[in-house]
């Protein structure tokens, strides 16, 4: 058996009705569409949002409209730039609670993530949920340390 030989099943493929071919076909003049109106229109297959009165369906879920669908047990951070930091002495251990009362958290609540914009010239002693690399290999350079909190 060869490509150009294969075929599909004998009564798979119909060939597509002809419609408005004249009245011996049985779909002349209206084409099977009946008289007037908005389904014999061009273009008619009317949209999801028009459902005769019902509720349209994309306004029945509230997670399909908008910016998708937010997981509800996502955790949000308190992002702190290590430009923020330079207000600190290298005396004061940098926790989540002295970082709340500088007001440099925007959710007092949130577990707290230092990132790596800005330079470290203090060695500061830091304690907190989440760092990343680049802001770790900068505190430890400048002579400080990172704990993380559990």
Known sequence: MKLNEL???EGAKRSK????RGPSAGQGKTAGKGTKGQ???QGAGGHIYL???NLPFFRKFPFMRGEGFTPPNRVEFN?????ALERFD???E???EVLAEANLLSKKNNPVVILGN???DKAYKLKVHRITKGARAKIEAAGGSVEIIG
């Open 51 to 53: 459902q005769g009165g």
């Open 118 to 120: 800005g330079e470290v």
């Open 79 to 83: 992002e702190v730039n290590l430009s």
């Open 90 to 92: 290298n005396t004061v």
């Open 39 to 41: 389904h014999v229109r």
């Open 17 to 20: 009705k002809r419609v408005g």
């Open 94 to 96: 940098i926790t989540p």
């Open 7 to 9: 075929k599909p099943n």
